[in-house]
């Protein structure tokens, strides 16, 4: 299953005025780690892989989190990302953020593989995750 570690200190900009990570930052450093994951299974940055597979990109159709206890200014924090299901045109990734080993959050995304229609480039529609992108995210086949 593809996953992958990154780690980062938590910065003063991520919290409260008492030091206390705000919340919807959880949500950001989320969706870096995706990026990230899918960067390293496509062996490509972001921009190339948009423009490799002429697509506009993966939003974000279902989020969550549980938080188990609370980050602070300078902890240094590790956040593990996996795919955890593969669909014709959606994936689920789920992130665990941990603080010297311990579980503090849980997160998890549905996104969607989409392009922009020719007659309509303001509008989006789901497409079929390509083959070969689905053989890199590690699966065979499409769940």
């Given amino acids: ?11 003063w900009c991520d919290c409260d005025p008492a030091g206390i990570i705000f919340y919807p930052r ?22 190339d892989y948009l423009k490799a597979y002429s697509f506009a990109g993966h939003p974000v159709v279902e989020t969550r989190a549980r938080f188990k206890f609370p980050t602070r200014f300078g902890d240094e924090v590790a956040i593990e990302s996996r795919l955890a299901e593969c669909g014709r045109s ?9 603080k010297a080993g311990a579980l503090a959050v849980e997160g998890f995304e549905t996104r969607v593989w989409v392009v ?28």
């Fill in 26 to 47: 959880y949500f950001e450093m989320f969706d870096t780690s995706t990026t990230v994951l899918i960067e390293r299974a496509l062996g490509m940055n972001k921009i």
């Fill in 90 to 98: 959606s994936f689920k990734i789920e992130h665990r953020l941990t």
């Fill in 1 to 11: 299953m593809l996953s992958n570690v990154r780690n980062l200190r938590i910065e």
């Fill in 116 to 143: 922009r229609p020719a007659g309509d480039p303001r509008r989006m529609r789901s497409e079929s995750i390509p083959a070969d992108v689905v053989a890199r995210f590690g699966h065979s086949a499409v769940a």
